[in-house]
T-cell receptor, first 113, second 114 residues
Framework: KAGVTQTPRYLIKTRGQQVTLSCSPI?????VSWYQQTPGQGLQFLFE???????NKGNFPGRFSGRQFSNSRSEMNVSTLELGDSALYLC????????????FGNGTRLTVT | QQQVKQSPQSLIVQKGGISIINCAYE??????FPWYQQFPGKGPALLIA?????SEKKEGRFTISFNKSAKQFSLHIMDSQPGDSATYFC?????????????FGEGTQLTVNP
């Protein structure tokens, strides 16, 4: 069974631009979550989608948004990029909830210059 | 608000030794406590998890100890091996009815010397 796939692996953007990250969950998994990982703040929850509906949302500004498609694939969008948005963005999928359990992809490394 | 505190930040252990990482949480609504292992360039991978109705859970060389009254839990890695060198994260999750949402500790970078 293929794992969680995130594309692209690396991304370099300029401040003020917007970016879209993609995540393909494990086949059969209906929950997709996104996390931001930085050296200073660690792993922080962004949001979770289940069956195309946002089920949970973390404490990030509205510039961070996401969506989930009918095939469970998910995208995350960050608008008006700031230098502080440079981070590793991790996608995780599970069948139902964190107890299912949660499987992480290898992330997209976003650098904002 | 940091709801899960993890210590130490880094840990160096000799091969064959015991590695101990501690976590404390604040939110009494948490009812699921997993540990994740992350290697450089990879996403975190689930190691072992525990629920608060159990005081200890063991899987191979990895053991979670849980103290509900103190709101603390710890990971013990017995017979530590160089291949265990990685970053370890404790985490906590609210009840399943709230969906999927993990609050992570700050992480512990473990180095096991040969």
């Amino acid at each position: 069974k293929a794992g969680v796939t995130q594309t692209p692996r690396y991304l370099i953007k300029t401040r003020g631009q917007q970016v879209t990250l993609s995540c393909s969950p494990i086949s059969g998994h209906r929950s997709v979550s996104w996390y931001q990982q930085t050296p200073g703040q660690g792993l922080q929850f962004l949001f979770e989608y289940f069956s195309e509906t946002q089920r949970n949302k973390g404490n990030f500004p509205g510039r961070f948004s996401g969506r989930q498609f009918s095939n469970s694939r998910s995208e995350m969008n960050v608008s008006t990029l700031e230098l502080g948005d440079s981070a590793l963005y991790l996608c995780a999928s599970s069948f139902w909830t964190t107890r299912s359990p949660l499987h992480f992809g290898n992330g997209t490394r976003l650098t904002v210059t | 608000q940091q709801q899960v505190k993890q210590s130490p930040q880094s840990l160096i252990v000799q091969k064959g030794g015991i590695s101990i990482i501690n976590c404390a949480y604040e939110n009494t609504a948490f009812d699921y406590f997993p540990w994740y292992q992350q290697f450089p360039g990879k996403g975190p991978a689930l190691l072992i998890a525990i629920r608060p109705d159990v005081s200890e859970k063991k899987e191979g060389r990895f053991t979670i100890s849980f103290n509900k009254s103190a709101k603390q839990f710890s990971l013990h890695i017995m017979d530590s091996q160089p291949g265990d060198s990685a970053t370890y994260f404790c985490a906590a999750s609210p009840p399943e009815t709230s969906g999927s949402r993990l609050t992570f500790g700050e992480g512990t970078q473990l180095t096991v010397n040969p």
